[in-house]
């Protein structure tokens, strides 16, 4: 073993190198307080070998990134830790910085010699905030694009330069596969390449000054081996704990619903460390934004270059250390300012719940036989009854109409129910809740629309209120009947135990009842002025109705306000598909291949 040294050594002087790293005077023997740098180069080599074990996996486009980062997410063992390691290091690198900048600050590290060592530093700091900013767009997903949009929007306000710097960034005038490859590119090559230069340079000085002692010394010289080594690498293996335990708690890092252009997500924030910046432009609203988004913090920045010559005086120093403080606890602030701001917003935690609820259908979907075709996982989801049915409701029923009480997105419409509740139309449930003398004058069905003292809800309140037992008996197996007519995936099963129940009941529709004197039932009489019940609910009825209710053999002519969503090109025969199977329940949820 000494031999084989031996021969490594007179070729490389391996020794002679190692022995001057590892016995560098410590002036006043080791200290924790020292250990900031270390830790921060271990962040990095951590960020560099976990970086490049991702860059195998992903790939920059903007129909692949979301996939791939999802691919490495779910189906790649162990690829989850990775990311999530890679996630929470960049988070705990930015905490190191600041802690690591304090200590340089308050020890009087920065005065003369070391002045440029200090800038070399504080360009390290902007270096790693610029990879957090880059590395947030990757995974495109929907965070991490909307609230890059606001961060190169900020670019665009600089004076002069800023149009042109902002589609530099871009790559074009909007975010695209070029967004993703300029990103990418600085990201993975420019700006880690420019951090491996400037730390060797950061280091190179370091060694040439030797280590800023806090005075007054408490002990005696000692050289950097073995205590001061032994603080660093528990201050690394400290951080390295921390962000296992950080990623084994998320289970790795978040990766919404892939980014979707035309789906402004208003929850869009910056990463926490950043949240600050964000909250400070809010108070510069219109035409003043420079102020905020540029004067003010290159006035800070400036400030802090100066700090070393400052620091030269005694008062300096300390004015030196007061303002970096003021601009922590101001940072602090803003920074509690914003999460508190949003936690009051309905639209924040509607876009929350938007994302997630999509974000988990993906992974039913991707699960599926179909699995995520090659258009996108982003194609996928809007021809996905599940996810656009809820949406399409909000937007063109929920003024009228309710899902379970709601939007069906989770929100209270504005305007009054003045129409059925449509959550399980079509179900025994729902049917007998209509045919009901105390509740089909409810808002829920009949209650707000104009047929709340129509012939309906007369009869039903005068006729039906009066059943007998064995009237009671013949309108649950109509129930079962008309109902059967939707057959609705959720009534499989109950449908086909009492099919002879189903059989009764539509032979009970006009000879034990007299709903065929107003219906018709599989009959075609003319002389009926109800809406024909031949199909009800089924995928074809809604179809045909919410194309045009004001068909004859629905409400005709009298219809009230429902729209003709199909005869006024409101929705297109997609939308309308994909909101009845939803409605229907007819959606794949994963169930089926395990059947
Ligand atoms: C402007 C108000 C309004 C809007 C918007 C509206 N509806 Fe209706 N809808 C009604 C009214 C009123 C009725 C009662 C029957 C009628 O007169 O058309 C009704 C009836 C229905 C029915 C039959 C069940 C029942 O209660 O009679 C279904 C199903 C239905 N609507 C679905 C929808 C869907 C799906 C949308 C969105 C694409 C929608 N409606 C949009 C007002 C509206
Ligand atoms: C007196 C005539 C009459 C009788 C009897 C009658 N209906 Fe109706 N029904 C109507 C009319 C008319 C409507 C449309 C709303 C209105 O004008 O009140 C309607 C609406 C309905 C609807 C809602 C249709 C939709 O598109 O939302 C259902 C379901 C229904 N009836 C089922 C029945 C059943 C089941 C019976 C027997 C137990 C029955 N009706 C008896 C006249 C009648």
């Known amino acids: 073993m000494k031999k084989l040294l031996d021969w490594v050594d007179q070729r490389t002087g391996c020794r002679k190198i190692a022995h001057e790293a590892l016995y560098e005077n410590v002036p006043g023997g080791s200290r924790w307080r020292y250990v900031w740098g270390s830790a921060l180069t271990f962040g990095f080599v951590v960020q560099i070998i976990t970086g490049v074990a991702l860059w195998l996996v992903y790939s920059p486009g903007s129909h692949t990134a979301w996939e791939s980062v999802f691919y490495l997410q779910n189906n790649i063992s162990g690829g989850w830790i990775v990311r999530g390691l890679h996630h929470y290091t960049a988070q705990a690198m930015t905490i190191l910085l600041v802690l690591h900048l304090m200590q340089v600050v308050i020890d009087g590290a920065y005065k003369a010699p070391r002045e440029v060592n200090f800038w070399f530093g504080l360009f390290l700091l902007f270096l790693v905030l610029a990879l957090s900013l880059t590395g947030y767009l990757l995974p495109w997903d929907q965070k991490g694009f909307w609230a890059t949009k606001v961060a190169t929007n900020i670019a665009g306000i600089v004076p002069i330069a800023g149009p042109a710097l902002q589609k530099m960034l871009i790559g074009g005038t909007d975010f695209g ?101 964000y909250q400070f432009l809010k108070y510069f609203p219109g035409g003043t934004e420079a102020i905020g988004a540029i004067w003010i913090p290159s006035a800070i ?12 005086w005694k008062l300096g120093h300390r004015f030196n250390v007061g303002f970096l403080f003021c601009l922590l606890a101001g940072a602090s602030l803003l920074t509690w300012r914003a999460i508190d701001e949003d936690r009051g917003k309905p639209e924040v935690a509607a876009s929350l719940r938007e994302a997630r609820a999509s974000a988990d259908r993906i ?103 009066a059943f007998n037992a064995d009237q009671k008996a013949s309108l649950t197996r109509v129930i ?61 009825w809604l179809i045909s109705f919410i194309s045009n209710p004001g068909q004859d053999k629905f409400f005709g002519k009298h219809n009230d306000r429902m729209p003709s969503f199909a005869g006024k090109e409101i929705l297109d025969a997609e939308s309308i598909g994909m909101l009845v199977d939803w409605l229907r329940g007819d959606c794949y949820t994963g169930e089926e291949a395990k059947r």
């Not at 729902?430 to 629309?449: A, K, M």
């Open 480 to 540: 079962a009947a008309l109902s059967a007519e939707a057959s609705v995936r959720s009534q499989q099963k109950l449908d086909a135990d009492s099919a002879a129940d189903i059989h009764t009941g539509q032979s009970d529709f006009s000879n034990t009842l007299t709903c065929g004197d107003c219906h018709n039932f599989h009959s075609h009489d003319e002389s009926t002025t109800g809406p024909d019940l031949t199909g009800y609910a089924s995928r074809e």
């Open 301 to 312: 920045l400036i400030v802090i270059f100066l700090m070393p010559f400052l620091g030269k």
């Open 177 to 277: 596969n070029a967004t993703l490859t300029r990103f990418f590119a600085l990201h993975a090559g420019i700006l880690p390449g420019s951090v491996i230069l400037l730390l060797v340079g950061h280091i190179y000085l370091f060694r040439r000054h030797g280590l800023t002692a806090k005075t007054p010394l408490r002990r005696r010289d000692a050289p950097f081996w073995p205590d001061q080594v032994l603080k660093d690498a528990v201050a690394c293996l400290a951080v390295l704990a921390a962000v296992l335990v950080l990623t084994y708690r998320g289970h790795g890092a978040e990766l919404g619903p892939p980014a979707d252009p035309t789906n402004n997500y208003s929850a869009a924030r910056p990463e926490w460390y950043f949240l600050f910046l």
């Open 363 to 465: 992974k039913v979907l991707a699960d599926s036989p179909q699995g995520i075709p090659p258009s996108g996982a982003l194609l996928m989801l809007s021809h996905d009854a599940l996810t656009q049915g809820p949406r399409l409701f909000a937007r063109h029923c929920a003024s009228c109409h309710r899902y379970g009480d709601g939007d069906a997105l989770g929100n209270t419409p504005n305007s009054p129910e003045t129409a059925s509740d449509l959550k399980g139309f079509g179900t025994r449930a729902w049917l007998s809740g209509f045919i009901d003398p105390v509740r089909i004058d409810s808002v829920h069905y009949f209650g707000g629309t104009a047929w709340k003292n129509g012939r309906m809800a007369k009869y039903v309140k005068n006729k039906v209120s």
